[in-house]
């Protein structure tokens, strides 16, 4: 199950809505972490197989792609500095 923070970075990816989370969350993806480097046509190709039928169109694959690079991007600012705070 995504946790309700990773579930807001996820939201803020432009064209992200709630379904588009509950397809990555039955694909196992449950942070936005998962997604760093990943192929937006792979992971749609995931989801219509869990979904048991062709579901994700162009605008779909470029709604994760969004995502995919929204992870990239986070990724490249480096380790979350609340990390080398705790304990203060």
Same mark, same amino acid.
């Given at each position: 199950?995504?946790?309700?923070? +990773?579930?807001?970075? /996820?939201?803020?990816?432009?064209?992200?809505? *709630?379904?588009?989370?509950?397809?990555?969350?039955?694909?196992?993806?449950?942070?936005?972490?998962?997604?760093?480097?990943?192929? *937006?046509?792979?992971?749609? /190709?995931?989801?219509?197989?869990?979904? +048991?039928?062709?579901?994700?169109?162009?605008?779909?694959?470029?709604?994760?792609?969004?995502?995919? +690079?929204?992870?990239?991007? +986070?990724?490249?600012?480096?380790?979350?500095?609340?990390?080398?705070?705790?304990?203060?």
């Amino acid at each position: 199950m995504i946790d309700p923070g +990773e579930r807001a970075k /996820m939201l803020k990816a432009y064209s992200i809505g *709630p379904r588009m989370i509950a397809y990555l969350e039955r694909i196992g993806i449950e942070r936005l972490a998962d997604l760093k480097g990943a192929d *937006p046509n792979l992971v749609a /190709m995931r989801i219509d197989v869990a979904l +048991e039928r062709r579901h994700m169109n162009r605008l779909g694959i470029a709604a994760l792609a969004n995502l995919i +690079e929204l992870a990239d991007r +986070e990724s490249d600012l480096g380790p979350d500095i609340r990390s080398h705070t705790s304990g203060f």
